[in-house]
């Protein structure tokens, strides 16, 4: 039987002094309390700035090697790999297989809790080794307190397999540190309520993810400016955006954006491709290719895009 607790000294289980009386303030205050915690959340992530910038360009340089993402967690932390890897290829046009989040608990933990399922070293290192890494592959091991066995079996196996590994926690004396290639640590303090890491350390930790995942994307070629020209049109409202999207880069009308786009095939990069270069689709479609899917590239462009109001839609 244990004779003293792993996780007291933990700055994720720290009690916050400030909130002591917390269940006996009016409501206001609490969100006063909340809204004043929050707002060291931004402090601590800014002081990751640099870090999270190397991990942007771990990430872009493993995908242009046709490698992988994989988010591994548990609890709220598995939740946040679980938001990226799920909106990923629809904002950003990858494959399911590209990003991919594994959750101690499999599915079924997602939507409820499943207590112990985080204790499990093994099958932390199984769900790893399933998906047979590479070097090229980045494991994205997220664990605000950086004990979970679960993702440590999993981070052990990533080692291994020689695949990189990111590891976000907001532990910053973890030492974990010495076995990844990054840590990402924002120091958020205790939370308001203790040991609950779904507040300050969620938030935390999804501007981190947030981060990482879009800040490649962007430098991956998936945008053109700010516009989400690789955006996935399976939907009437991702239609709309896709139209208005080339309202807004070619000044073309709502309903001529729509006569292209179908041309286009619904490829909104091929059809920004298609109009400013006045080629055919094929000819749009190898000239993305040869300028590794940078639309700025295609289209010879090297100053930022100007663009126009977009009508609103009918």
């Not at 004043?36 to 090697?65: F, P």
């Not at 516009?227 to 070619?250: C, F, H, N, P, Y």
């Amino acid at each position: 039987m244990p004779t003293q607790s792993k996780w007291e000294s933990l700055p994720t289980e720290a009690i916050n002094p400030i909130t002591l009386a917390i269940d006996k303030a009016p409501v206001s205050e609490i969100v006063d309390m909340m809204i004043n915690e929050d707002r060291k959340v931004i402090a601590a992530v800014q002081k990751e700035r640099e870090r999270i910038a190397h991990g942007v360009e771990i990430i872009t340089h493993g995908l242009r090697k046709g490698g992988r993402v994989i988010f591994i967690g548990a609890g709220t932390s598995g939740r946040l790999g679980v938001v990226e890897a799920s909106e990923i290829p629809p904002t950003f046009g990858t494959t399911a297989k590209t990003v991919q989040a594994i959750m101690a608990g499999g599915q079924e933990a997602v939507f409820r809790a499943k207590e112990g399922v985080e204790d499990n070293y093994e099958e932390g290192a199984r769900s790893i080794s399933r998906l047979r890494l590479t070097p090229r592959d980045v494991v994205i091991v997220v664990s605000a307190s950086g004990m979970t066995p679960f993702v440590r079996g999993g981070l052990t196996r990533a080692r291994k397999a020689g695949g990189k590994i990111i590891f976000v926690t907001c532990w910053p004396g973890s030492e974990l540190q010495n076995f990844v290639d990054l840590q990402i640590a924002p120091a958020v303090g205790p939370e308001i309520i203790a040991g609950s890491t779904r507040l300050k350390a969620g938030t935390a930790t999804k501007m981190v993810l947030n981060m990482l995942t879009t800040i490649s994307m962007i430098k991956l070629g998936k945008t053109y400016g700010n516009l989400m020209v690789d955006v996935q049109t399976g939907s009437e409202k991702l239609k709309d955006r896709a139209r208005r999207i080339l309202v807004t880069v070619t000044g073309l009308t709502y309903e001529e954006a729509d006569a292209l786009l179908k041309r286009a095939k619904w490829n909104v990069k091929a059809a920004i491709v298609m109009q400013k270069t006045t080629v055919t689709l094929p000819q749009a479609l190898r000239r993305l290719k040869k300028a590794e899917d940078s639309v700025r590239v295609a289209i010879g462009e090297d100053a930022a895009p100007k663009p126009r109001t977009p009508i609103k839609t009918p």
